[in-house]
T-cell receptor, first 112, second 117 residues
Framework: SQKIEQNSEALNIQEGKTATLTCNYT??????LQWYRQDPGRGPVFLLLIRENEKEKRKERLKVTFDTTLKQSLFHITASQPADSATYLCAPLYSSASKIIFGSGTRLSIRP | GAVVSQHPSWVICKSGTSVKIECRSL??????MFWYRQFPKQSLMLMAT?????????EQGVEKDKFLINHASLTLSTLTVTSAHPEDSSFYICSAREALTGLYGYTFGSGTRLTVV
């Protein structure tokens, strides 16, 4: 069965540095890959979606890459701020009508 | 943007009773809604997919007779936890997909914290 793994359970980064989070999947490549942010006690909030045929997608300080050869997506936050501290979840979609199965999530902490 | 309202935000109930959680799409029609459960320090686990006007599709290992899902209209899905027990205590979250914008992200409710005592 398909597995989605996010590189680490927790990541601590100094403010101002670039945070890089990894999402790896096994077997077949999803048509789309979404990234969400979740704060404690809240539902996830959609951040970015990247399509299988796109190498990179940017939104303000966020950048997502999708490498189907490596079966991996990277999520970058540049010029990180303490307010970026949250859990980040990747979610592959195998079609536009798919249900979302989340990865395990990475808890990101940005220290001042 | 799309908004999903989930109610109640928290509930405490006695063991053996049933609890209903509502999920409403406020400004769009959602033919499909999803229900998740999240235990502390874990990721969201999909429980079931709710389709308007038809039976829900449950994930493997989820008891459909215990977690009753009703998607009676294009803006409302409900999850009823029947005969709740302490092990059902969890954070329940719904999400909805607008038909035309599903590719732009699914919208999630703010979650319901269920505590069974």
């Amino acid at each position: 069965s398909q597995k989605i793994e996010q590189n680490s359970e927790a990541l601590n980064i100094q403010e101002g540095k670039t945070a890089t989070l990894t999402c790896n999947y096994t077997n077949y490549s999803p048509a789309y890959l979404q990234w969400y942010r979740q704060d404690p006690g809240r539902g996830p909030v959609f951040l970015l979606l990247i399509r299988e045929n796109e190498k990179e997608k940017r939104k303000e300080r966020l950048k997502v890459t999708f490498d189907t050869t490596l079966k991996q997506s990277l999520f970058h936050i540049t010029a990180s701020q303490p307010a970026d501290s949250a859990t980040y979840l990747c979610a592959p979609l195998y079609s536009s009508a798919s249900k979302i199965i989340f990865g395990s999530g990475t808890r990101l902490s940005i220290r001042p | 943007g799309a908004v999903v309202s989930q109610h109640p935000s928290w509930v405490i109930c006695k063991s053996g009773t049933s609890v209903k959680i509502e999920c409403r799409s406020l400004d769009f029609q959602a033919t499909t809604m999803f229900w998740y459960r999240q235990f502390p320090k874990q990721s969201l686990m999909l429980m079931a997919t709710s389709n308007e006007g038809s039976k829900a599709t449950y994930e493997q290992g989820v008891e459909k007779d215990k977690f009753l899902i009703n998607h009676a209209s294009l803006t409302l899905s409900t999850l009823t936890v029947t005969s709740a027990h302490p092990e059902d205590s969890s954070f329940y979250i719904c999400s909805a997909r607008e038909a035309l914008t599903g590719l732009y992200g699914y919208t999630f409710g703010s979650g319901t914290r269920l505590t069974v005592v």
